[in-house]
């Protein structure tokens, strides 16, 4: 009998038992929905059908149903699974107390650290012979450049670098007469200078040692390097100051000829609750924040003060100690922007 039943449940197509499935289980939640029904009229002593007595007093359940038979709806949250949110790359922050930092903003130039540059020249008169690096070579310190032919001894000798960096310039090639000029310039571009242009109004707030945020004028990289120089001389052409920036570059992020912009910190002010700058979102037209609870991720609308372009301070909506979402904030908020347009149609 068993497998009778069972050879025609192999012959119902699969989308006509799970749609079986789904009725049946409407039909239980519905039986379900009549046993409580009359569960709950027993308990008040009526019959079927039997309408309230007056001044009967209602459970939070029938009350709740009274009023339209729909839950109070609470906060939207978002919940990720550990892959999802590793996808996302999520970074979480503390809200809390920081330090705002007052700055003022300078435009400028990277150029190569002009005490780690050196010009090559040969060391006797002569013809040179051959030619090892061209423009843009990485050379090590000691490592041959080209040969010469000295024109006393007629012997060759080895013209070297005087340094580890980058071959910037090269003035010679092979059967041209070495002197005394330059044959090759070669700059160690493991650190550079920003050389940021200032204002005569702006010279008595900037001095030696204050730290710099450099970024490129399109928004890429950012570092973090400190004021070693204030020139004391002023250019005709542009009628601005030289405050010059000492920045770590061994990474090579930062070429000679970029052009960046530089705040400079002149000051800073504690805040009681401050979030990351990447934590703030546009949502409904204000500011808000993603945080991050026990039931989920939730948005929250909040009132902010003053910011620095890396934390901004919150006047209201948040508390210190409360969790949100930094980096990878605006993922989640395109994710909202989705589920409000699947949800609108």
Known sequence: MNSTINNALRRIPQSLLLASFIVLAACGSDAHKDEQGHAHDDA????????????????????????GGHAEEGPERIKLTAEAREAAKLVTA????????????????????AERVRSVTARFPGVVRTVGVKIGDSVSQGATLATVESNESLQEYSVRSPLGGV?????????????????????????VWV????????????????????????????????????SPLGSTQTQSLTA???????????????????????????????????????????????VESKDGIEPRRVSV?????????????????????GQGSFVLKAEMGKGEAEHGH
């Open 44 to 67: 008040k002593g009526h019959s079927e059908g039997s309408p309230h007595q007056e001044g009967e007093q209602h459970t939070e359940g029938d009350q709740h149903e009274s009023e």
């Open 94 to 113: 503390s809200a809390g107390p920081a330090t705002l930092k007052d700055t003022i903003q300078l435009y400028g130039l990277v150029k190569p650290n």
């Open 167 to 191: 071959v910037t310039d090269r003035m010679t090639n092979p059967g041209e007469q070495a002197e005394s000029q330059p044959l090759f310039t070669v700059a160690d571009l493991s650190s």
């Open 195 to 230: 050389e940021l242009s200032l204002f005569p109004r702006d010279r008595a707030r900037v001095r030696v040692g204050q730290s710099v945020r450099i970024q490129t004028t399109d928004g890429g990289p950012v570092s973090e390097g400190k004021i070693v120089f204030v």
């Open 244 to 290: 010059r920036v000492l920045l770590d570059n061994r990474d090579q992020r930062w070429s000679p000829g970029l052009y960046v912009r530089g705040e400079v910190a002149i000051g800073e002010s504690a805040v009681a609750v401050a979030v990351p700058a990447v934590a703030l979102q546009d949502l409904e037209g204000g500011p808000s924040v993603f």
């Open 305 to 325: 003060g003053r910011s620095d372009g890396e934390v901004t301070e919150v006047l209201a909506g948040l508390v210190a100690g409360e969790t949100v979402i």
